[in-house]
């Protein structure tokens, strides 16, 4: 059977081989044509037409005559077909070059390399047409997918291993723009896979703007349907490549499935590339000046031509344009569709690389196949706008875009500045609504809640620079933020020995605080001399031996004062309590940190919400969010601050750990800087909630002792400390690989963690961590019940966590509680990886009236405010107030009066929790 190209041409090529004429004098040699030029002349010197026509034939015959010949067979060759395969090879630094149906066919040809067993790593911003191919493959073919931020290629290194066999990249990605260092990715992944091939989707670019060949990639493929065609007027794809084998291949499979670009498209795209380099010079201008407009107004922009985009610098290193794809945010799904359903101009369509220039919404549209849980993981954002700028004049272009905007209200008139700029909000309603919102901030009632945290492995060996993995635990601390109306705040910590107490408002030491402006952050260190005088004055009248107490006050009384601008004193009582158990290092505090953070920013009117998505089922799960995260990151990273100064009051020299699981929950790997490796806090995309049982020994542990024996034992024996570090690096890793996989099989995660754990508490017991209550609650849940068991945390007591597997029995498990119980431990059944942060919607739609709470009136547009009756006085409303009187407001008491395991169900049926 034929070759599905010229086999002459299969042969090694220099790049840019078209011949130039013979130098007229060895002193005058003529040079190599550049790219434009290259585009534009179809010329293969092996292929010279009979008649001489200046435009490639179109060979439309599906047999050739002849026994023996170069053709036989249109599926297997054919001359136009070979024209435009040897001038792609041309214009892509290839050897090699192949036309098929379309870009996605171009991308089954290059996975029908693979085989069961294999393992491929992929960016997690990708076509959602990829996304969806790549899934198929992964459920019925056998190979493991790893979706892996691309934009750093250390993340690669973790998942880069003997079974990978294949890297696909896309640089920029779709639609994030995000960067990807191609030239060290290929580097990276040949020195540690030599046999895996690096695929990257140049479809963005193009060849006239990216040759991924000339930076270490082994195949690269197009979507010739756009920029090589560039008029939408067929469907195509192309694969490049510079080693025979791959060529041999390849060449194989389109012969035998028979997917070859017709000779009548080979033609029409042969058209398309000679003005390729004239039409992207005109959309990348056109591009440059529309990111440069939106990024004016205030917007967030995804473009690599602007100077503030990541990766930049990487990206004009290995591609010689920006583009003409970008991307902005709006900060609210329903503004962004009425500016996409605005625009006249702009055509609304999928796709890109017309000359005609188009608009869309990503994940209603071409990453609509990405499941809206997948897509929230990867941070793929619900109001993202997709602009593919064409060549109408820039004028036009702006004009129309501008106008969609400002009938949207996402832009208005400043008069002062005589020019359009970014309204904040979006739409004047929800400007309305919000500025309201924020004005009656000090009355209305705030709910709020933060998980606990686990750490599932690397104690201990933590302090010695291994990556630990934390993990959020679905026990919560909740926070009431009520108003009062005499001039005081209060605290009420029912958790904490009931423990209540009142300031007035005008005896805090004021002259002592220095207010920290909205926008500011926190210096690094305390105010000290304001800890100082809270302690002098405020807190003097705490018992000395309510440390739990004392801490819990000044925290929040720091927080009150320093977010205060001086203008006004909001007064409230702040109530907390926790379904965590307090103090056995599940943390707690931090949990309550952040709620204490969130409900003072939001009495100091410190925070926007936006309005919540609206839910995709009529109810709200919040372990999974069903792709329905609302607090937006920015608030949330704001929230996150605060809660470390609050761990930094309570704890002196906290990792941030803890408050960061608090605030955006799912799992984290973090490593202590200091020790010669990358250091910080990573999230871990695609964590799956796993449900874990809890079991707090109640025996207290000293945290700093139990370092310092490690500390000691690795001083004395350092070989065999130093030993058991590395290998609990290692559980970690392969732990972390685990938990990142979206696509490893529930029951294969689940065997491999419950190994991992018994293998990493064996470590701590070589540490000399564990208790010997710990140890029988490890020996009461593997025995009968064969489960992995391991201590969190410090150890010396503090909990245990036991991973449940989906198919244990409900009887067992009653059985493991009522064993545990008896013997006297608290075993506490629980979900790990859920939500982070949750504040319950101040937006009536989302609001219930039920659980005793004061209906919502027609067009009301907030929480209805705390009850004042007008016969009663403020001090009988704040007495009312400490002593929960049900009819003075409608969520203190029942708050208070709920127990511990009614007050979950209490507070998710209030209605609708919005969730970062």
Not at 259 to 278: E, V
Not at 320 to 337: A, I, K, P, R
Not at 783 to 795: C, E, F, I, N, V
Request: with cysteine.
């Amino acid at each position: 059977m034929a070759p599905s190209i010229d086999p002459r041409a299969l042969g090694k090529l220099p790049a840019h081989d078209l011949p130039t004429p013979e130098p007229e004098s060895p002193f005058r040699p003529r040079k190599p044509y550049r790219f434009s030029t290259l585009c534009a002349t179809v010329e293969n010197p092996d292929m010279k037409d009979q008649y001489g026509s200046s435009s490639v034939p179109i060979y439309q015959t599906a047999t050739f005559k002849g026994v023996g010949e170069q053709y036989d067979y249109s599926r297997s060759g054919n001359p136009t077909r070979s024209h435009l395969e040897h001038h792609i090879a041309k214009i892509s630094s290839a050897a090699h070059a192949f036309a098929v149906s379309s870009g996605m066919a171009a991308l089954d040809v290059i996975l029908r390399l693979l085989k069961p067993g294999d393992e491929v790593i992929a960016g997690d911003d990708l076509y959602g047409g990829t996304n969806r191919l790549l899934t198929y493959i992964r459920t019925h073919v056998g190979v493991t997918i790893r979706h892996v931020d691309t934009t750093d290629p250390d993340n690669l290194h973790p998942f880069i291993n003997e079974k990978t066999a294949m890297v696909l990249l896309e640089s920029p990605t779709n639609p994030l723009l995000k960067i990807a260092d191609l030239a060290t990715i290929s580097k990276d992944v040949k020195e540690r896979a030599p046999d895996a091939v690096v695929v990257v989707d140049n479809t963005m670019m193009s060849p006239y703007l990216q040759r991924p060949l000339e930076h270490g990639a082994d195949i690269v493929y197009d979507s010739a349907t756009k920029y090589l065609s560039g008029h939408h007027d067929l469907m195509a794809g192309v694969v490049t490549c510079n080693r025979d084998d791959i060529a041999k291949k390849i060449a194989f499979t389109i012969n035998a499935v028979g997917n070859a670009l017709t000779p009548i498209d080979s033609f029409l795209l042969l058209r398309g590339i000679k003005t390729l380099a004239l039409r992207m010079d005109r959309q990348q201008s056109n591009a440059q000046a529309v990111a440069e407009y939106l990024h004016s107004l205030g917007f967030r922009v995804h473009y690599p031509g602007l100077p503030d985009h990541p990766g930049r610098e990487i990206h004009h290193r290995i591609a010689d344009g920006n583009g003409s794809v970008l991307s902005f945010e709006t900060g609210n799904v329903q503004l962004s569709e009425k500016i996409v359903g605005g625009t006249r101009l702009w055509g609304i369509s999928v796709s890109f690389g017309c000359v005609n220039s188009l608009i869309s919404m990503p994940c209603v549209m071409s990453h609509a196949s990405i499941d809206p849980a997948v897509r929230a993981a990867r941070g793929l954002p619900e109001d993202l706008i997709r602009l593919c700028v064409g060549i109408e004049d820039p004028h036009d272009l702006l004009d129309d875009l501008e106008r969609a905007l400002i009938d949207a209200g996402a832009i208005g008139l400043d008069a002062s500045l005589n020019k359009y700029v970014r309204v904040p909000e979006g739409d004047a309603l929800t400007q309305a609504v919000q500025k309201l919102q924020l004005e009656s901030a000090e009355e209305k009632e705030w709910l709020v809640s933060a998980p606990g945290k686990v750490i599932l492995f690397g104690e201990h060996a933590v302090v010695h620079g291994v990556t630990a993995i934390a993990a959020s635990v679905d026990l919560r601390c909740y926070g009431l933020a009520t108003p009062r109306h005499d001039n005081k705040v209060s605290i009420h910590l029912q958790d904490i020995d009931n423990f209540r107490h009142e300031w007035d408002v005008d005896s805090l030491p004021w002259d002592a605080v220095t207010p920290i402006a909205p926008g500011e952050e926190h210096p690094e260190q305390l105010d000290e001399r304001l800890v100082d005088a809270l302690n002098k004055t405020a807190l003097n009248v705490i018992d000395p031996g309510q440390k739990a107490a004392h801490g819990a006050c000044l925290a929040f009384l720091y927080l009150y004062m320093t977010l205060d601008r001086n203008e006004h004193h909001p007064t409230f009582n702040f109530a907390a309590r926790s379904t965590l158990p307090v103090g056995a290092g599940l943390g707690s505090s931090a949990s309550y940190s952040v709620c204490a953070a969130t409900a003072s920013l939001l009495m100091h009117r410190r925070l926007e919400l936006p309005t919540p998505p609206a839910p995709s089922s009529s109810e709200h799960v919040h372990v999974s969010h069903q792709g329905r995260r609302a607090i937006p990151p920015a608030t949330a990273e704001e929230i996150n601050r605060w809660a470390f100064v609050a761990e930094k009051i309570l704890h002196g020299n906290p990792s941030g750990v803890d408050n960061s699981v608090a605030v955006f929950g799912g799992a984290l790997a973090y490593t202590r800087p200091g020790f010669g490796k990358k250091s910080g806090m990573e999230g871990i995309q695609g964590f799956k909630s796993l449900k874990f049982l809890l079991t707090n020994s109640k025996v207290p542990r000293d945290t700093k002792k139990l370092v310092a024996g490690v500390g000691q034992k690795k001083a004395e024996e350092p070989e065999l400390v130093n030993g058991i570090m590395q290998a609990i690096q290692s559980i970690s890793d392969e732990a972390r690989r685990a938990l990142a996989d979206p696509e490893l099989p529930r029951d294969a995660l689940l065997s491999a963690l419950s190994g991992l754990m018994k293998e990493n508490h064996q470590h701590l017991v070589t540490l000399g961590v564990s208790h010997p209550f710990l140890e029988n609650i490890r020996e009461k849940t593997a025995s009968p019940h064969g489960l992995a068991t391991k201590l969190t945390g410090a150890g010396g007591g503090g909990c245990a966590v036991t991973l449940i597997p989906d198919d244990f029995k409900d009887a067992h498990l009653q059985d493991l509680i009522n064993t545990l119980i008896r013997e006297n431990f608290q075993p506490y059944l629980t979900s790990v990886g859920g939500s982070g942060l949750g504040i319950l919607s101040p937006y009536p739609e989302h609001r219930s009236s039920g659980s005793g709470r004061t209906p919502l009136g027609p067009g009301q547009v907030t929480p209805p405010e705390t009850p004042t009756p007008r016969e009663i006085s403020p001090r009988q409303i704040a007495e009312g107030l400490m002593k929960g009187s049900g009819d003075l407001e409608p969520l203190y008491a029942p708050f208070l009066s709920r127990t511990v395991a009614e007050l979950p169900g209490w507070a998710s049926e209030l209605g609708r929790w919005m969730y970062v």
